[in-house]
């Protein structure tokens, strides 16, 4: 059986999507609210049917699926191609820190998002490629009907539109711990059923980002 449905998983909370430092690949770990964050989740998804979960390596995402993981009784696939873009140089800056002591870059950056590769880190280009070559391995080997999927906001901004065309991915804010979902019948095209939900937390404050925000 073709997966019928995608889950999009943002992980939780961390002190420095707080103080709203660019993360990257750092080993930022959840804090207290993120750990309830990813609880809630967690009883929300035990109902989705959810029969096999993907996740980020690094340690904010691995984290956020141990704790679904340990309620829903799956084990979690760890994927290096699902992290957050490499921001290099920038990695712990604020935007505000990136564009006053990296004027020239940032200039880079937003005249041609897609390319500019930051000193150290990624392009857009790169994060593409990576993600859409899980993708292609996901499709061709897993049997589930609804899969997980724990990754990251620019990795998630830059996946949905290769499946949904018509998506305008800059118009949606990642909360932490928001769950996207994609849904089709049979081997039909991708739609989108659920887009940055977070009425699972149940009240929980949650952060979002928007565009060029790769946190």
Not at 67 to 73: C, E, L, Q
């Amino acid at each position: 059986m073709a997966i019928q449905q995608l889950v999009f998983l943002r992980p939780g909370e961390t002190d420095w999507n707080r103080m709203e430092r660019w993360q990257g690949t750092v080993a930022v770990p959840l804090n207290e609210m993120g750990r309830a964050q990813a609880e809630r989740a967690a009883q929300y998804i035990r109902n989705t049917g959810m029969s096999a979960l993907y996740t980020s390596d690094l340690r904010r995402a691995l984290e956020t699926a141990q704790i679904i993981a340990d309620v829903i009784g799956l084990q979690p696939v760890q994927d290096a191609r699902l992290r957050e873009r490499a921001v290099g140089i920038w990695q712990g800056l604020t935007r505000q820190e990136i564009a006053s002591w990296y004027p020239d870059e940032y200039a880079q950056l937003q005249a041609d998002p897609e390319n500019y590769r930051i000193p150290g880190g990624e392009s857009r280009r790169d994060v593409r490629e990576r993600v859409q070559s899980f993708m292609t391995d996901l499709f061709a080997r897993e049997q589930s009907e609804v899969v997980g999927i724990l990754s990251h906001t620019t990795a998630m901004r830059l996946l949905l539109p290769e499946l949904v065309p018509d998506f305008e991915p800059n118009k949606l804010k990642y909360s932490n711990m928001s769950v996207t979902t994609l849904g089709r019948e049979g081997d039909g095209p991708w739609r989108i059923t659920m887009l940055d939900d977070t009425r699972h937390l149940e009240g929980l404050a949650t952060r979002s980002f928007g565009e060029l925000e790769d946190r």
